[in-house]
């Protein structure tokens, strides 16, 4: 379980951002970026260093608490949640570079490192380290980034260089956000607040320090020693549910308000909340995301209780993490479909939130690392077959 300061402090930061958030939600919506005084209300109330080791100024939440923190922020604002996660989770990822990087991209407490890491660009090896090209998708927050990441492709004289494997070289690089150039291309159903547009590099300079091979997940920085930072790459996607519970939460408290004003639909005399199929659904709506934050809290204790003389997270124990969270973004989706079918015309129209809710949600469960292919993904290894996703072999 989080511990009761961690818990404090994830009350704490919510409630200094909440005012902030609900002011400039929908500014964000309609600009397709966080507003520039949500984004500094989470810089100021620690929000983007939570999961930061304390050795380099951070909180180090234990992953229970960050994940209610994202929880909540996304019951507030989708998007703010999203980029909070986002550039609190990749901080960890520091980890698997030379103290001397997390230093560079983290002494400023403003420091803000987010990035994408498809499709891959190139790295072509030079003295120091690697001339970097590439062109990413989905860069949230990339707006108000003072560092990026993306993946690239070891190249020799231009052609991909293959691994002892015969594959292709995966790199993950870390640059400065000046070096960079955003587009202004987020158009989406949803998450539109997220500001996830495109940025590409030409031939920029990464040194060796910025530059993680990707495979075996070996912490490199003793500030990274807590157990937060073994939990490897099968974290992400209980991470990315906690938005998407967040937002069923939301969605049923909706419609609990829709219900509690009188809601009665079109060409009848009953209230919804009178109806027994209304009762039926939003009792089901309740259930599913109470269970789904359950398997997902249980499997994060016993993978916490796991690293904690462990040096990583193993597959055994790490499959029923990812599990978890394509689950838990499933049934958030599914909740949400519940009380859309609730809402009547109030669930089309713009003058309130769930329409958006909708549209959040369904836009989430198309992500890569938790979209319903990883079920077929983690049941193959479930069968004894190899996984067509590479990150749970890390």
């Known amino acids: ?34 507003a520039p005084e949500a984004m500094n209300a989470l810089i100021d109330a620690g929000v983007t260093r939570s999961l930061l080791p304390k050795r380099l100024g951070g909180l180090e939440l234990d992953v229970l608490a960050g994940f209610r923190l994202i929880e909540e922020l996304s019951y507030i604002d989708s998007a703010a949640g999203w980029v909070s996660l986002i550039a609190a989770g990749l901080t960890s990822f520091g980890g698997l ?39 990413w998708a989905f860069g949230s927050g990339s707006n108000y980034a003072t560092w990026l990441t993306g ?56 040194p060796n320090h910025r530059a993680w091979a990707m495979g075996p997940w070996e912490i490199k920085n003793p500030a990274y020693a807590g157990p937060l930072y073994r939990m490897a790459a099968w974290a992400i996607a209980p991470w990315q549910a906690s938005v998407t519970l967040g937002i069923a939460r939301a969605a049923i408290d909706g ?49 916490l209780e796991f690293v904690q003389t462990a040096p990583k997270l193993d597959m055994e124990h790490g499959l029923p993490l990812a599990l978890a969270g394509s689950f838990g973004i499933e049934a958030s989706a599914q909740a949400v479909d519940l009380v859309h079918a609730c809402a009547g015309t109030s669930a089309i129209r713009g003058e309130r939130p769930f329409e958006k809710y909708f549209r959040d949600v369904h836009t989430l469960t198309q992500h890569a ?26």
């Open 1 to 34: 379980m989080a511990t009761s300061d961690a818990l404090r402090a994830v009350d704490d930061m919510v409630a200094k951002v909440e005012p902030v958030l609900r002011k400039h939600a929908a500014q964000a919506e309609a600009e397709r970026r966080l």
């Open 97 to 135: 570079l030379p103290p001397k990087a997390a230093e560079e991209m983290f002494s400023d407490p403003r420091a803000v490192l987010v990035g994408a890491w498809f499709p891959p660009g190139t790295a072509e090896p030079v003295q120091g380290g690697y001339r970097v090209s590439g062109h």
């Open 151 to 206: 993946q690239a492709l070891i190249t020799e004289n231009g052609v991909p260089k293959p691994g002892p494997d015969g594959n292709p070289q995966p790199l993950i690089v870390f640059f400065r956000a000046d070096q960079a150039e955003v587009l202004d291309n987020w158009q989406a159903m949803g998450m539109r607040g997220t500001g996830s547009h495109d940025f590409r590099v030409r031939d920029i300079f990464v």
């Open 255 to 303: 419609l609990l308000e829709l219900a509690g004003a009188g809601k009665t639909p079109s060409y009848t005399m009953t209230s919804i909340a009178d109806r027994q199929v209304v009762q039926d659904r939003v009792a089901r709506a309740r259930a599913v995301v109470d269970a789904a934050r359950s398997y997902i809290q249980v499997t994060a204790t016993a993978a």
């Open 369 to 394: 690392f938790s979209s319903p292919s990883r079920f077929e993904s983690i049941g193959k290894l479930l069968l004894g077959r190899e996984t067509d996703w590479g990150f749970y072999y890390l």
